[in-house]
């Protein structure tokens, strides 16, 4: 009886969810309570996404008197630990099988701070273009992703890295700014370090 009480609700939360959300789809979650979430019509969830507390999905069409045309994607098999924070006014695209642990900031852009006339407040969001984080990663504890960053497949980036520029696949990154200090050898089946 529980059980099908809590799929039914379940349920209900996806059916209510689809029609505000520019998708989404089966079996996603995302913590009703203490999350907040801006333009979810410029939001794509798939399959089996988990959004735990206290998280904060900002996705801004405009800005002072500034538009954009943001495009945040979440594909399938994610889970974001509590306090993430990220912040799209242009593209962000994370695929599939992805650990997301605490308090982890993702960013396309950042506020505009050239003219020193004009406090960084009242400046635009200068566009860096897209993040993109690619398939079976695992982010770990107060990471930082910069905007105009990929990171490859399989990549793990450790607690506290600063990621600046591009990961290549099967890396692993630390500090601040993140460096790869293991990649995967073929030959050896398994990952070695640089």
């Known amino acids: 009886m529980m059980r099908t009480m809590k799929n039914f609700i379940l349920y209900l939360y996806e059916f209510i ?17 203490w999350t907040t979430i801006w333009n979810k019509k410029c939001i794509f969830i798939w399959n089996n996404v988990t959004i735990w507390k206290h998280s904060s999905l900002y996705v801004s069409t405009e800005y002072k008197w ?29 695929w599939n099988n992805i650990l997301f642990s605490d308090r982890v900031f993702i960013s396309d852009h950042i506020h505009w701070y050239k003219d020193i006339e004009i406090p960084p407040l009242n400046q635009p969001l200068e566009k860096k273009w897209k993040v993109e984080i690619k398939d079976n990663c695992f982010i770990w504890i107060n990471v930082v992703i910069h905007p105009w960053v990929t990171i490859g497949e399989h990549c793990v980036i450790w607690a506290w890295a600063v990621v600046t520029h591009d990961i290549p696949d099967f890396s692993v990154a630390v500090w601040n700014p993140a460096k790869v200090i293991k990649k995967y050898d073929k030959n050896k089946q398994q990952r070695i370090s640089i």
């Open 66 to 94: 500034w538009k954009y045309s943001p495009k945040l994607e979440f594909w399938n098999n994610l889970c974001f630990w509590n306090y993430v924070f990220i912040a799209c006014i242009d593209s962000i695209k994370i």
């Open 17 to 33: 969810q689809r029609h505000y959300f520019w998708h989404f789809w089966k079996w996603s979650y995302i913590n009703p309570r």
